[in-house]
Each structure stands twice: as structure tokens, then as C-alpha cells.
């Protein structure tokens, strides 16, 4: 009887250590901090990673592209010929006379390597992003989720305890809800797709530094200034050389591309503010990638199944194992026959 009793409290000290291990993860990882990181790092880059969204920044970086490809081609082509001198010449001057244009003419290439591959990327993403914030599911936020499990650690201490204290079924079968509920939820709410789509697409943006924000600033910055100087300053300045007007000149490069035409300027101005907005909201999201950076999805997901587990053992302690048994009550003496004298 001492044995089957000390097994079945053997499963609830289990159960007690299943509970603090999961409230000591919670704690070490500052699951409490990264998951509100993660809400609002969805929340904000949602609105980026929509179809539609993801569509029109393609769109942008193609009319950039084509703008970049025309300047270079036949835009700087033109202006040398309006300005008497041949393109080599024209190239060669253009390093005295726009030195800041000339520098960022030739970064162009390495620019645009750079937003396609932020580009390519979000479009590949794009599907995994809608798996990671259909997480962790049932309506609740990932911070929602956190406070769950530090509750389910400490209900599960709690019950334990009361299990080591009076050892029965009935508690055992809570212990086995529980476990059934850690075991079958991920699997039904389709986890392992889910948590495995999550790690790959914060794999494909890590490491989470801020130099590669730095990286996107610079390079917007550099197309914004190519873009301004090229049609703010070299265009004026051939048009004075040529001893016409600027209109004029806009007006031949438009006949060679359209990309070089007033309306043409004005896309891709417009394209330069929204890559504006996108590199501001890469400087948002960077310290909130950083921050929830702690545990991976799919390993959050076998920590759960993990403790499913191991309470479904300890239950099994207190549910298989027979309960006390009585002690046999000792038979009665049969009564002795009264004797009787004559």
C-alpha cells in the first residue's frame, strides 16, 4: 500500500516540476517582453505584406529600376549631345561639375541589388508572415498566450501539491485534461506548419542588426539624390549650355524615354516616397525583431507537447495504480450455543 501510494505522489511531484519548468522558460526567455514585441511588430507589418501591398512595391521598384536604366542610357546620352560633348566627355565633366551625382550614379547597381533582394524576399515571405500572426490561434495574442502558460505553470504547481498532499484519481484526471488539452490543441490548430512557416521567415530577415537598416537608409538616400540632382541641377545646367530652356530639354529626353518625361519624374518621385515609408517602418520593426528574438516557434511548440507528455505519464501514475485498500475486517465468532440444564 506504501508503494502504490508513494507512486502516485511521485507523479505529482511531476507534475509540480512540469509547471515551474515551464514559468522558469517563460521567465529566462522574457517571454512576457518578446511576445508584446512580436503583437506589434505583426501589427505593424501587416499593412506591408498585404497582396495588394506586396504588388505595388514590386510595381515601384520596377519604374525605379526603369527610371535608373534610362538616365543612365540615353537620358545622360542626350544631355551630352545637347551639350555639344560626347558621352565619355560628358561623363567626365559630369565627376567635376555634379560630383555627388556621379558618385551615386555609380552605386546605382549595387542599390538596386540590394532592393531586389528586400523586394524578392517579401514576396516570398509572404505566406509564412499570414502563418505566424494566424498564431498562437483561438482569438488570443502571442502576449495573451504568455500569461496563459505562466497561469497553466502555476495551476499545475497548485495542483501537484494538493495531489503530494491527498493523492487521488480525481486530481490525476485534471492532470490528464491537461495533458490531453497541450498534446492535441497544437497538433489541431495545424502547429507544426505554422511554427515551422514562423522560423523561416525569421530566419530569411536575421541577423536583426541595425546596420542593415543603416544599409537601406544610405542607399534610399543616395537614389534620392541622384533622382534630385539629375533633374534639379544637370538638367538646368545642360539647358544653359545649350542656350534653351529646361522645358526644352525635358521635352528631348522624354522623346528618348518616357521614364525622362515630366509625368515620369513625378512616378518616380512618388516611388521614392513610399521606399521612404518602407525604410522607416524597416528602422520600426528592427528593435522589436531584435527583442522578440528568444525562443524559436517550433521549439515553443515542442516545450508545450514536451509537458503534455510528461503529464500524461504522471497521471498515469495515479489513474493506473489500484487506490488504498481497506483493511479486511475480521470475520465475527460464531455465536457459542447457550447450554441448557435439566
Given at each position: 500500500m506504501m508503494t502504490r501510494r508513494r507512486l502516485r505522489r511521485l507523479g505529482f511531484v511531476v507534475v509540480i516540476a512540469v509547471g515551474a519548468g515551464l514559468i522558469a522558460v517563460m521567465l529566462a526567455a522574457s517571454e512576457l517582453s518578446a511576445s508584446s514585441a512580436a503583437d506589434e511588430g505583426i501589427a505593424i507589418t501587416a499593412p506591408h505584406l498585404s497582396e495588394r501591398a506586396v504588388h505595388q512595391i514590386r510595381a515601384d521598384l520596377t519604374q525605379a529600376e526603369a527610371f535608373a536604366a534610362a538616365m543612365r542610357t540615353v537620358g545622360l546620352s542626350r544631355l551630352a549631345s545637347?551639350?555639344?560633348e560626347t558621352p565619355a566627355a560628358f561623363l567626365h565633366q559630369l565627376?567635376?561639375?555634379?560630383?555627388?551625382?556621379?558618385?551615386?550614379?555609380?552605386?546605382?547597381?549595387?542599390i538596386q541589388r540590394l532592393a531586389e533582394k528586400v523586394v524578392t524576399n517579401l514576396e516570398r515571405r509572404r505566406g509564412q508572415f499570414e502563418s505566424a500572426a494566424s498564431l498562437p490561434g483561438l482569438g488570443i495574442t502571442k502576449h495573451d498566450a504568455a500569461w496563459v502558460q505562466l497561469a497553466l505553470g502555476a495551476l499545475l504547481?497548485?495542483?501537484g501539491a494538493l495531489g503530494v498532499v491527498r493523492p487521488r484519481r480525481a486530481t490525476g484526471a485534471i492532470v490528464l485534461a491537461i495533458a490531453a488539452a497541450l498534446i492535441i490543441a497544437p497538433l489541431a490548430l495545424d502547429y507544426p506548419a505554422k511554427t515551422a512557416d514562423t522560423d523561416a521567415l525569421l530566419n530569411s530577415l536575421r541577423p536583426f542588426t541595425i546596420q542593415k537598416v543603416h544599409a537601406r537608409q544610405a542607399g534610399l538616400r543616395t537614389a534620392r539624390t541622384v533622382f534630385v540632382d539629375f533633374r534639379d541641377d544637370l538638367i538646368p545646367q545642360v539647358a544653359t549650355r545649350a542656350h534653351t530652356t529646361t522645358t526644352a530639354v525635358v521635352n528631348q529626353l522624354a522623346s528618348a524615354s518616357p521614364e525622362l518625361s515630366g509625368p515620369g519624374f513625378a512616378?518616380?518621385?512618388?516611388?521614392?516616397?513610399?521606399?521612404?515609408?518602407l525604410v522607416a517602418?524597416?528602422?520600426?520593426?528592427?528593435?522589436?525583431?531584435?527583442?522578440?528574438?528568444?525562443?524559436?516557434?517550433?521549439?515553443d511548440m515542442w516545450i508545450l507537447i514536451g509537458a503534455g507528455i510528461a503529464l500524461l505519464l504522471a497521471s498515469s501514475l495515479s489513474l493506473i495504480t489500484p487506490g488504498p485498500t481497506s483493511k479486511p475486517r475480521r470475520a465475527a465468532l460464531p455465536s457459542q450455543p447457550v447450554s441448557t440444564r435439566a
Open positions: 545637347l551639350s555639344g565627376a567635376y561639375r555634379n560630383p555627388q551625382l556621379a558618385a551615386g550614379i555609380s552605386r546605382l547597381p549595387s504547481i497548485l495542483v512616378q518616380t518621385d512618388a516611388v521614392l516616397d513610399r521606399f521612404g515609408g517602418f524597416s528602422g520600426r520593426i528592427q528593435p522589436l525583431l531584435a527583442r522578440g528574438d528568444t525562443i524559436s516557434a517550433r521549439t
